[in-house]
Nanobody
Framework: QVQLVESGGGLVQAGDSLRLSCAAS????????MGWFRQAPGKEREFVAA????????YYADSSKGRFTISRDNAKSTVYLQMNSLKPEDTAVYSC?????????????????WGQGTQVTVSS
């Protein structure tokens, strides 16, 4: 497994941008597909975005498409989530997750390792 640590969350206003980072350590980062998920109070964890182990393909939830961009730097063992045009409904704890192999899924249970999460709060 890999160990994951997120950073970059905070309190912003609607329309602002944030970039989340997730630093990995342990196993070979480039062998893992990576995903971002979020969980708002009282709601289930939901898929936000994912990227293949090579970074060649990306996947987004409908709510993220066009506003969020996932990317990775395998040399730095880090995955990023650039979030633009933030809305109050984006408020949640954002967690990154790692899944060994090239198959990307949007199902949280399919991921092997999780970070502790970082809080994103968007005020109106």
């Amino acid at each position: 497994q890999v160990q994951l640590v997120e950073s970059g969350g905070g309190l912003v206003q609607a329309g602002d941008s944030l970039r989340l980072s997730c630093a990995a350590s342990g196993r070979t980062f480039s062998s893992y597909s990576m995903g971002w998920f979020r969980q708002a109070p009282g709601k289930e964890r939901e898929f936000v975005a994912a990227v293949t182990y090579s970074g060649g393909r990306t996947y987004y939830a409908d709510s993220s498409k066009g506003r969020f961009t996932i990317s990775r730097d395998n040399a730095k063992s880090t995955v990023y989530l650039q979030m633009n045009s933030l809305k109050p409904e984006d408020t949640a704890v954002y967690s990154c997750a790692a899944k060994f192999g090239m198959i990307v899924t949007t199902t949280p249970a399919s991921f092997d390792s999780w970070g502790q999460g970082t809080q994103v709060t968007v005020s109106s």
